[in-house]
């Protein structure tokens, strides 16, 4: 449907340049887009908006509400509010990401328990090998030579 044919359909739409300001005044608080669509004519092509349905719907809403309101609280009231919308969402983002903090500071802490858990058996098993290894040195000279061949010391 055209705007023209929308006009006609919806009382208190009174002309075109009306529903424009109610199309441009829909986009600006709720975000909603309207279908657009091309058409040839002769070496231009020409735009203009396709109406569904439901968006006749939506506008004779708008127009039954804006009796009992302002047309800005009517098309909030039909369409809802891009503002309150993306606040909502970055609520959600803020809380997705503190979650996520501290599961990742959790891991951390984790991590770092196990590092330092880890980094105490190495020194340990350092230190064992030094004392095997002053052992092994001990040893004859032949048994040394064969272990620290095994060994790669």
Known sequence: MDINKLVSSVEGLNSVSTA????SLI????GHEFKKVQARNNKQFLSFYNFTD????????IAYLKNEMSLKEAIRETYGDIHK????????QLETL???FFTLNDNF???YSS???LQIKFQRLEKEQEEILSTLELLP???WEKARRKFGK
């Open 20 to 23: 424009k300001k109610w199309i």
């Open 27 to 30: 986009k600006e608080i709720s």
């Open 54 to 61: 439901n968006d006749v719907e939506d506008f004779k809403t």
């Open 85 to 92: 919308h993306k606040e909502y969402t970055l609520t959600q």
């Open 98 to 100: 503190k979650e996520d």
């Open 109 to 111: 802490k984790n991590l």
């Open 115 to 117: 590092n330092k858990k």
């Open 141 to 143: 000279f032949g048994a």
